[in-house]
């Protein structure tokens, strides 16, 4: 299949390549959908092997980017970028300022943050050359790291969890098993830590693993079985694509909610958790915490007006679980036909108003 068809299959508006000798850059920015406003998507910073499977990546990320600004209920549509290399080898001032460069040819039609291998302090070396980043430090008007908020918006949505699966809200003497326990599944735990569940976690790194440990007394496991527990809620907070053909027959959760993106290995495993009878919470609905309190910053940050919109992530479940009963479908399926469908409707909206691109606040 060649480059166009890959493109056009899944309906991408824009690939872009960005090469620069001097400093070493080699960058993909993949803008998915541009629907219901600029695409916002993070930077990865990835050592891949070849230039195919960074391409794979980003079209795959940028299109899940969408999808998750769309069920938030953001203007925002879906873009990301990779830069290929060794974060800790090939990162130089010179590489992100030629990439910030790149940034700021596409005039907003994409707007950057951070995401594996970048860091807060790049992206305010990228803002010196554009102005389309978010997620950067206080000193340039940012929100700073968005963990702690995506771990928030998590929280809320595990009480909704709760709601549909026990009747209450309660968390007390509930039980969790996170597993991986870094920047988001850390704050997790303390959030259900202060409200009283028992917490299990496990994590590849013993550094993290000890640190939840040593702050929350929490029990730990081993990363291979964590998700076998019997628990009320398992909480994946690692990589994606943990819930597969070959862990799937071994869950014992009543609940499966955490901030990993893309859990679910196919859609049809979306379908076998709902016969299992396991209420799943659609990570790109769950895990939107961390993209709406960078969107703020479009605005001008505001921190309460953030934080009040991700706590809407309770009610945001709430809505995809009864569009999944009255469909009689699984709860991944309903996500995404509720995400289809805002952007359908919004966008011949949009169609009629917007006329190019530019700042959040000049749309209105
Ligand atoms: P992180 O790298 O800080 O933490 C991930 C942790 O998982 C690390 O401690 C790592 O050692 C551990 N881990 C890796 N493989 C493991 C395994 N097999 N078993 C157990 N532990 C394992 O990343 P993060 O920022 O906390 O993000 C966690 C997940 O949430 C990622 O999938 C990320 O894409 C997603 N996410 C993060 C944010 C955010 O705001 N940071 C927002 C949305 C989604």
Same mark, same amino acid.
């Given at each position: 299949?060649? +480059?166009? /068809?890959?493109?056009?299959?899944?309906?991408?508006?824009?690939?872009?390549?960005?090469?620069?000798?001097? @400093?070493?850059?080699?960058?993909?920015?993949?803008?998915?959908?541009?629907?219901?406003? %600029?695409?916002?998507?993070?930077?990865?910073?990835?050592?891949?092997?070849? /230039?195919?499977?960074?391409? &794979?990546?980003?079209?795959?990320?940028?299109?899940?980017?969408?999808?998750?600004?769309?069920?938030?209920?953001?203007?925002?549509? $879906?873009?990301?970028?990779?830069?290929?290399?060794?974060?800790?080898?090939?990162?130089?001032?010179?590489?992100?300022?030629?990439?910030?460069? =790149?940034? &700021?040819?596409?005039?907003?039609?994409?707007?950057?943050? #951070?995401?594996?291998?970048?860091?807060?302090?790049?992206?305010?070396?990228?803002?010196?050359?554009?102005?389309?980043?978010?997620?950067?430090?206080?000193?340039?008007?940012?929100?700073?790291?968005?963990? %702690?908020?995506? !771990?928030?918006?998590? =929280?809320?949505?595990?009480?909704?969890?709760? +709601? #549909?699966? *026990?009747?209450?809200?309660?968390?007390?003497?509930?039980?969790?098993?996170?597993?991986?326990?870094?920047?988001?599944?850390?704050?997790?735990?303390?959030?259900? @830590?202060?409200?009283?569940?028992?917490?299990?976690?496990?994590?590849?790194?013993?550094?993290?693993?000890?640190? !939840?440990? @040593?702050? =929350?007394?929490? /029990?730990?496991?081993?990363?291979?079985?964590?998700?076998?527990? %019997?628990?009320?809620? *398992?909480?994946?907070?690692?990589?994606?694509?943990?819930?597969?053909?070959?862990?799937?027959? &071994?869950?014992?959760?009543?609940?499966?909610?955490?901030?990993?993106?893309?859990?679910?290995?196919?859609?049809?495993?979306?379908?076998? +958790?709902?016969?299992?009878?396991?209420?799943?919470? %659609?990570? =790109?609905?769950?895990?939107?915490? $961390?993209?709406?309190?960078?969107?703020?910053? +479009?605005?001008?940050?505001?921190? /309460?007006?953030?934080?009040?919109?991700?706590?809407?992530?309770?009610?945001?479940?709430?809505?995809?679980?009864?569009?999944?009963?009255?469909?009689?479908?699984?709860?991944?399926?309903?996500?995404?036909?509720?995400?289809?469908?805002?952007?359908?409707?919004?966008?011949?909206?949009?169609?009629?108003?917007?006329?190019?691109?530019?700042?959040?606040?000049?749309?209105?």
């Amino acid at each position: 299949m060649n +480059l166009f /068809e890959r493109i056009n299959g899944d309906g991408y508006e824009q690939v872009v390549y960005c090469s620069d000798d001097r @400093s070493g850059l080699r960058a993909i920015i993949a803008i998915h959908s541009t629907a219901l406003g %600029p695409a916002l998507g993070g930077t990865r910073f990835y050592p891949y092997e070849t /230039e195919d499977e960074g391409l &794979e990546d980003v079209l795959r990320l940028a299109k899940g980017m969408t999808y998750k600004a769309a069920a938030a209920g953001l203007d925002l549509g $879906g873009g990301k970028a990779v830069i290929i290399g060794d974060p800790k080898r090939d990162k130089s001032e010179a590489l992100l300022r030629a990439y910030g460069r =790149f940034v &700021e040819t596409l005039g907003g039609r994409y707007i950057t943050a #951070e995401d594996v291998g970048t860091a807060l302090e790049d992206m305010d070396t990228v803002r010196r050359e554009s102005r389309w980043v978010t997620g950067c430090s206080h000193t340039y008007g940012g929100s700073g790291d968005p963990s %702690p908020v995506t !771990a928030y918006g998590v =929280f809320q949505g595990i009480k909704a969890c709760i +709601l #549909e699966a *026990f009747g209450d809200t309660e968390l007390e003497n509930r039980t969790v098993a996170i597993q991986g326990v870094g920047k988001v599944g850390y704050a997790l735990c303390g959030h259900l @830590s202060d409200a009283g569940a028992k917490v299990v976690v496990a994590d590849a790194d013993v550094d993290n693993l000890a640190r !939840a440990v @040593s702050d =929350f007394q929490v /029990e730990t496991c081993d990363s291979a079985s964590i998700h076998t527990l %019997p628990v009320d809620i *398992f909480s994946p907070c690692a990589l994606g694509g943990g819930i597969n053909d070959d862990t799937i027959s &071994e869950l014992a959760c009543r609940i499966i909610a955490g901030a990993a993106n893309n859990q679910l290995q196919r859609d049809a495993h979306g379908d076998k +958790l709902r016969d299992l009878g396991i209420l799943y919470a %659609p990570d =790109f609905v769950l895990n939107a915490g $961390g993209l709406m309190n960078v969107e703020d910053e +479009l605005r001008g940050y505001n921190r /309460e007006r953030a934080m009040t919109r991700v706590e809407g992530i309770y009610k945001q479940l709430q809505q995809i679980f009864t569009v999944a009963k009255e469909r009689r479908i699984s709860t991944a399926r309903a996500a995404k036909d509720y995400a289809e469908e805002r952007i359908r409707d919004i966008s011949r909206i949009r169609q009629v108003r917007v006329s190019g691109y530019g700042p959040l606040s000049d749309h209105r």
